[in-house]
């Protein structure tokens, strides 16, 4: 028997390779597919199934090129529907995987639709659990996430709270539970950073599996604290269930060098976005105008979807030299399959044929600090989370969360002089590029952000109180 975890940090998803006696399935499978079949064909194994715990919201499975690839059977859980052929499994239907068996356990309330499966070893013993989105390490699945459906969120926890009660915590302790996300995922709000555990320790760490929890009191914890999904989610979701153009078209439209004259001719297309994926020091120094920055050393799939709004939107790609193909492999997870080409080349090809630039003015902590009580007309935007600001933020510093900054930024005041700064710089930056998008230029980024402002010491910090809100 083979097991392997299969993490991918950025998505903080976990697909997974079960193997036995020459068979494999894949759990979950990421958009990019060859790995599985490498991975399988270096063992010597066939791949059996495509096992899909749910119709996934925050990125595009590979489900569909896997089948295709291979001819592995697609399995969903009972009540799923989708325009592909796939194998609808019966609650408590057994799936033969060389000398194992896999058993079905539907599990409903992140969506109706879920669920996990349970290893069984040659002697039927349970082994292991592939829990998806039902549950988490240190936490279970959001039940407000299910695409066209008719039941509450209220309900939907009410059905996850007998999914856990009478399909998961009555098997044994020792069953280790491997879920499909980890810390970092907008699938939960309290993830542990471990990546599996044993079920008999999640029963006693666990919020959610308290034995005496009631019904009741299950809804309000797995409701209280949750804030809006980003709005690529339901878009991915449909995609799951609709299909998709295969990874390799994308990637091989998505790859296409653009000279510098080509890729100003293609900025001037209705629909089009020039993202910027470079260090976010590199970006501040010279980008061409418009562009959005999201780079890609940071959490950069999740981010382009809240800050893109449309999949279909025409991506103009401004990378570093030779990360093009990661460009779009981690576009291609989230699905945006309409990037139209790199620029080849990068920026330094724009700047040296003498097309026109910008650049966001940064300022150090220290100036940011002897400054900042004798500024006048400037504002200081706080673009961090919500509950971070409300942790922590400097007395008079307004929030303004890079999340909701598309719904917000056309309520700013094109005539003012802002400071922006996050917990590091990241978020800042791509704050900055937004609000110049959108015709703000007097935009400052604070270096280092609300880290290096704090450990100064010069400024006074509000801790714990009231959201200061500017909308």
Known sequence: MEIKQLYTGCLAEAAYYIESNGEAAIIDPLREVDQYIEMAASRGATIKYVLETHFHADFVSGHLDLAKKTG????????????????????????????????????????????????????????SIYTGDTLFIGDVGRPDLAVKTDLSQEDLASHLFD???????????????????????????????????????????????????????????????????????????????????????????????LSVDQFENEMKVENTIVLDTRHESEFTKGFIPSSVFIGIDGTFAPWVGVLIEDLNSRILVVADDGREEEV???????????????????????????????????????????????????????????????????????????????????????????MVHCAGGYRSVAAASIMKKHGISSVTNVLGGFKAIEQLGKLPITEFHEQVTML
């Not at 309330?109 to 082994?127: Q, V």
Request: net charge negative; hydrophobic share 35%; aromatic share 8%.
């Open 328 to 418: 779009i492999t981690r576009l291609a997870r989230v699905g945006y399959d309409n990037p139209i080409g790199v620029l080849d080349g990068g920026f330094n090809a724009w700047e040296n044929a003498g097309k026109p630039t910008d650049a966001i003015r940064n300022i150090s902590p220290e100036d940011f600090a002897n400054g900042y009580l004798g500024y006048t007309g400037i504002e200081t935007l706080d673009v961090r989370k919500a509950s971070e600001f409300e942790s922590q933020h400097i007395d008079g510093a307004k929030n303004l969360p890079l999340d909701f900054l598309l719904n917000t930024v056309e309520q700013l005041d094109k005539g003012k002089n802002y």
């Open 72 to 127: 592995a059977k697609i399995v969903y859980g009972p009540t799923a529907s989708a325009n592909f052929d796939f194998h609808v499994a019966t609650d408590g239907e057994e799936l033969p995987l060389g000398k194992m068996t896999i058993k079905v356990l539907h599990t409903p309330g992140h969506t109706m639709e879920s669920a996990s499966y349970l290893l069984l070893d040659e002697s039927k013993t349970p082994h």
């Open 163 to 257: 999914s856990l009660r009478n399909k998961i915590m009555p098997l044994p302790d020792h069953v280790m539970v491997y879920p499909g996300h980890g810390q970092g995922s907008a699938c939960g709000k309290n993830m542990s950073k471990e990546t599996f555990d044993t079920l008999g320790n999640q029963k006693k760490t666990n919020y959610a599996l308290r034995a005496d929890m009631t019904r009741e009191e299950f809804i309000q914890a797995v409701l209280t604290g949750l804030v809006s999904p980003p709005q690529y989610f339901p878009k991915n979701a449909a995609m799951n269930k609709q299909g998709y153009r295969s990874f390799e078209e994308v990637r091989e439209a998505g790859l296409r060098k």
